[in-house]
């Protein structure tokens, strides 16, 4: 028996043998992505962290603020002007908050939109893969029907042009043998 002949017998395993690699392929991709977007995503968190963080220093030198500009109020500035000395303050404190914060989302903003193209990209390989298109149901039908009428693996799989394997398993998937 030549390569050719061993390749015609057991093209069904071959074609499932291939299968299995591609999909064990596939969920490997997948683990590898998952783990470098774990990662992305516990360095965004840490980021969200730190800028909790600052924000509560921020709050505790608004209320230090405030607690200034009440003292110097009750030596004479106005509600107006403590009010704009407040704002400065403020402001002041914010702008870097706010530009770190534009970042952050800047970088989800690009990790969401590379997950969304892998994702296409892997729904598009999977939608490829296609059952072999020896194993239909009218084939089904027929080796069903032969088999009842008394005919032999080995001929049905000659006369449908099948591998006996396949024809095997499709009996066993059918409970007929």
Known sequence: MNFIDILVTYK??????????????????????????????????SVVED????????????????KKAELQNKKGMSDDEIYQE?????????????????????????????????IANLENGVKQISIPSSIHANDDEKIISLYKQGVSVETIAKELHLAKPEVEFVLKINKIK
């Open 86 to 118: 407040i704002e400065r303050t403020v402001y002041d404190m914010i702008q870097p908050l706010a530009l770190t914060l534009k970042e952050v989302q800047a970088s989800v903003s690009a990790i969401d939109m590379q997950l969304e193209s892998r």
């Open 51 to 66: 800028l909790n963080r600052e924000m509560f220093y921020l709050k505790n030198r608004v209320e230090e603020a405030t």
């Open 12 to 45: 069904f395993e071959i074609t499932i043998a291939l299968l299995g690699s591609i999909i064990l392929y596939l969920l490997y991709y997948v683990y590898e992505k998952d783990t470098l977007y774990s990662k992305n995503i516990r360095s965004i968190a």
